[in-house]
């Protein structure tokens, strides 16, 4: 079964700490996603990557930053957490070309920052 | 910008009910629609899909027609079931970036 795989489903970090979501996919899709999730807000996009080393900013990527060395592999990180942080991290996966728009989810990160 | 605004919930129905979330758009262009699932403790699935005008997206009883003149993509569901309960999420897809999705609607069937 096509997976995508997030590695800590629940994480607890005090403020100013970094913290590393990582993100794998074994489908060889070329686009990965961060989104963030939290009530009444729905999913808003904090970056995305088209490609080996490529990043693109989406509507809210302030205080986050993301790294992508591995096609399978796509990283994202709080240089220093802060509280509004707290959230519901989901990556995402698709392939490029005509199936580009179908995304295939993680089961999403818990992040609590204190 | 593009955006999705979807009906506020959370509904709650009675199983063998029938369900309706409203789901509209604002677009440049014509973009795909997309209604996703997700299940409690669970990341998003798509659950169907419509790529243009009059398309009908159907998938495990449920149903949303691409509605260009109103711009809408509701989702409908004949008879709802205990498993059925879940967050609704309506979608569309940027082109060139990635999709935009609505605030979400939970739904919760009992029996």
């Known amino acids: 079964d096509v997976k995508v795989t997030q590695s800590s489903r629940y994480l607890v970090k005090r403020t100013g700490e970094k913290v590393f979501l990582e993100c794998v996919q074994d489908m060889d899709h070329e686009n990965m996603f961060w989104y963030r999730q939290d009530p009444g807000l729905g999913l808003r996009l904090i970056y995305f990557s088209y490609d080996v080393k490529m990043k693109e900013k989406g509507d809210i990527p302030e205080g986050y930053s993301v790294s992508r060395e591995k096609k399978e592999r796509f990283s994202l990180i709080l240089e220093s957490a802060s509280t509004n942080q707290t959230s519901m991290y989901l990556c995402?996966?698709?392939?490029?070309?005509?199936?580009?728009?179908?995304?295939?989810f993680g089961a999403g990160s818990r992040l609590t920052v204190l | 910008g593009d955006s999705v605004t979807q009906m506020e919930g959370p509904v709650t129905l009675s199983e063998e009910a029938f369900l309706t979330i409203n789901c509209t758009y604002t677009a440049t262009g014509y973009p795909s629609l997309f209604w996703y699932v997700q299940y409690p403790g669970e990341g998003l699935q798509l659950l169907l899909k419509?790529?243009?005008?009059?398309d009908k997206g159907s998938n495990k009883g449920f149903e949303a027609t691409y509605r260009k003149e109103t711009t809408s993509f509701h989702l409908e569901k004949g008879s709802v079931q205990v498993s059925d309960s879940a967050v609704y999420f309506c979608a569309l897809d940027q082109a060139g970036t990635a999709l935009i999705f609505g605030k979400g609607t939970t739904l919760s069937v009992s029996s």
């Open positions: 419509a790529t243009k005008a009059d």
């Open positions: 995402a996966s698709s392939p490029s070309g005509a199936g580009a728009n179908v995304l295939t």
